[in-house]
């Protein structure tokens, strides 16, 4: 596996390999990686003939300075697990590496609605850090495919429509939430969870099942209600517990015939966890 700390050095090895034919897969990161990450490479490696992975902990999505702070950095354990998955190429810049123009300002991404709920609402600029980290990624991979994983569900909704707003011709790839084995999506902020808290933090994933097996009930306000309370009765302090549409991310408190999504976002102590089901 080739490691690349420098964009130019990156861009050039990338268009021998464009001029060669090749295409490229695409799977941005922030480290600390485990097998939902590794699902993705794998996924990437099936579609495309050239798998660069980045890992960068973005410091503009990062609302709470504390969060940024304490992100796990394991770069060594990182490398080794890319090699063995056959990952053809590391990126691994630097912050200076990515913003020469420095953190503040940037540009400003129309993503709507979108940004205004959920994660938006509670994280506020984190999606126009992601848009801005996603932007110069892509620019600089120019990736045929990008690979990104469902368990940032609304991330996924941003991701595309920033392809669509800049005019980038990635695909964009979303591949299903990888869980342990009781259930927890894999997240690289799990490891910051106490013993106790970890094995507590399997709830989210019990109230996103009770949720979907009553999604048929008439009225969705008590079953959100119920969820809420059974995160707060196991010691979690929700941001958000809701039901919407799939394809729009539109609250919905009704039975609908179109694909629907729960979505739960919640601290236990410090550390803020978010997870989804499509049904
Ligand atoms: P992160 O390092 O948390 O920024 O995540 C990098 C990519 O991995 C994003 O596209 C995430 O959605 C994806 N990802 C994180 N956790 C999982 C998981 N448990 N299953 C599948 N994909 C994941």
Redesign the pocket.
């Known amino acids: 596996m080739y490691v690349f700390k420098h964009a130019a050095d990156l861009k050039a090895y990338l268009d021998n390999a464009r001029t060669a034919g090749k295409s490229i897969g695409f799977?941005?990161?922030?480290?600390?990686?485990?097998?939902?990450?590794l699902?993705?490479v794998t996924t990437a490696l099936e579609h495309t003939d050239l798998v660069v992975c980045s890992?960068f902990v973005?410091p503009t999505q990062f609302n709470d300075p504390k969060d940024f702070e304490k992100y796990p950095i394991t770069v060594e354990a990182d490398t080794a697990k890319l090699t063995d998955a056959g990952c053809h190429v590391l990126f691994l810049p630097s912050v200076a590496e990515m913003y020469p123009e420095g953190l503040a300002g940037g540009p400003h991404y129309d993503f709507g609605y979108l940004e205004t709920l959920l994660e938006g609402a509670h994280r506020p600029g984190h999606f126009q850090g992601v848009g801005r980290i996603v932007h110069k990624l892509l620019q600089l991979v120019m990736p045929d495919q990008l690979?990104?994983?469902?368990?940032?569900f609304q991330?996924?909704m941003i991701v595309k429509r920033l392809l669509e707003i800049t005019g980038l011709p990635a695909q964009l790839v979303i591949?299903?939430?990888?869980?342990e084995a009781d259930g927890l999506?894999?997240?690289?902020?799990n490891v910051r969870l106490s013993p106790t808290e970890r094995a507590g933090a399997t709830l989210i994933y019990k109230v996103l099942s009770y949720i979907t097996e009553h999604h048929a009930e008439a009225d969705y306000a008590p079953l959100i209600a119920e969820a809420t309370r059974r995160l707060e009765a196991g010691g979690f302090v929700p941001d958000y517990v809701a039901i919407a549409d799939a394809e729009t991310l539109q609250p919905i408190f009704h039975p609908t015939s179109g694909k629907q999504v729960a979505l739960v976002a919640a601290k236990l102590g410090d550390v803020r966890l978010i997870d989804n089901m499509v049904y």
């Open positions: 799977v941005p990161t922030m480290g600390a990686l485990h097998e939902g990450h699902q993705l890992i973005n690979f990104m994983g469902q368990k940032d991330q996924c591949c299903p939430t990888k869980r999506a894999m997240s690289s902020r």
